[in-house]
């Protein structure tokens, strides 16, 4: 996986929430190793480590930006809360009560209508700046996308507050362009990501908590079984000559039913990668490229444009034209966390 950065105004950021505590910021920087933090970009690594280093000094995991504070521990108590709730839907309902629970205000309610899931925060004491559901998301989807051991992908991203002043590092988030200063502050992704099954285990679950909460800032993928062969597999050709499911696993040296059962073990098949792979290619032609929708579709492998553009706004609910204005219109922007 490529080393991500953090702009440091993301730093300012939470150490503003240290400063409204009374808490100096100097020996957190220190205690965090991130004496220069405040200037240059860090790694998420770096910047959970701050995180870590903040939660321990207020005894708080949400920066002191909710009703009541989230005490050092929550998150992990949250975790083994959803471990084994079965599928991805059981678990955001059970991930949002928890955090109803311990945080009060903001809360979150998930809503599935016309195929699309939606979860909407709200608060009597809202609206709450950016920083705030920017965590909240950062917390919610880091889990879930570890849980389900797949990079769920975004359709919209909205936050009922003014855009912050001179921060294009907010305009992108999560893959998605970011909407200030729309009614309801929500995320919304594909329903059918709902039905993902959980694959982690107690021992999983030790090993995801000493890397947290850096491992959030990040979103999960495999770096390791069958998914991560076969995605470095495809990677090494053109999209266009991807072999179908039998010739990959001829390649791979495995029989077809035992590749599709080890997938399926990693809550993965073989369609779904394929998609996930190529909206992540899309995506990136269309923010970087000068090469124009039909050019894109013929690079990824697809015969007609309009095809493409179907399989397109399947995967993030827009158009790949729609997608490209967005993302142009928000201006020079840094590389979103989870790319």
Request: charged share 20%; with cysteine.
């Amino acid at each position: 996986m490529k080393q991500q950065t953090i702009s440091p105004a993301f730093v300012e950021d939470a150490l503003a929430c240290l400063r409204r505590q009374g808490f100096a910021p100097e020996p957190v920087l220190q205690a965090a190793g991130l004496v220069a933090a405040e200037h240059e970009p860090v790694t998420a690594q770096e910047y959970g480590r701050l995180w870590l280093v903040i939660a321990k000094a207020t005894d708080d995991e949400f920066f002191g930006l909710s009703t009541r504070p989230m005490r050092h521990g929550s998150f992990a108590l949250l975790c083994h809360a959803v471990l084994h709730a079965g599928t991805l839907g059981k678990a955001l309902r059970r991930a949002l009560q928890f955090l109803r629970v311990v945080l009060e205000d903001p809360h979150g309610e998930l809503v599935v209508t016309d195929g699309q899931a939606q979860i909407v925060l709200s608060g009597k004491a809202g609206p709450y700046p950016a920083f705030a559901y920017r965590t909240f998301w950062l917390i919610l989807l880091g889990l879930a996308c570890w849980l389900t051991g797949r990079r769920i992908p975004l359709q919209r991203v909205d936050i009922a507050y003014p855009s912050p002043d001179q921060r294009a590092d907010y305009l992108q988030f999560f893959g998605v362009p970011v909407h200030f200063d729309q009614q309801q502050t929500r995320l919304i992704f594909n329903a059918n990501w709902l039905d993902l099954p959980l694959i982690r285990s107690e021992q999983a679950l030790k090993v995801f908590l000493r890397g947290t909460p850096g491992t959030l800032l990040v979103r999960y993928r495999h770096d390791a079984g069958w998914v991560a062969k076969i995605r470095a597999h495809l990677k090494a050709v053109p999209t266009a000559n991807w072999p179908d499911f039998d010739r990959l696993a001829r390649q791979l040296g495995i029989t077809p039913a035992t590749l599709r059962r080890r997938l399926r073990s990693e809550g993965q098949n073989f369609s779904s990668l394929k998609d996930e792979m190529r909206s992540a290619l899309a995506q990136s032609l269309l923010r970087d490229s000068e090469l124009n929708v039909a050019e894109i579709a013929n690079e990824l492998g697809f015969t007609e444009p309009s095809t493409f553009h179907r399989a397109f706004r399947k995967w993030t609910g827009a158009s790949p034209g729609a997608f490209r204005r967005d993302f142009r219109k928000s201006g020079p922007m840094c590389r979103t966390l989870y790319d």
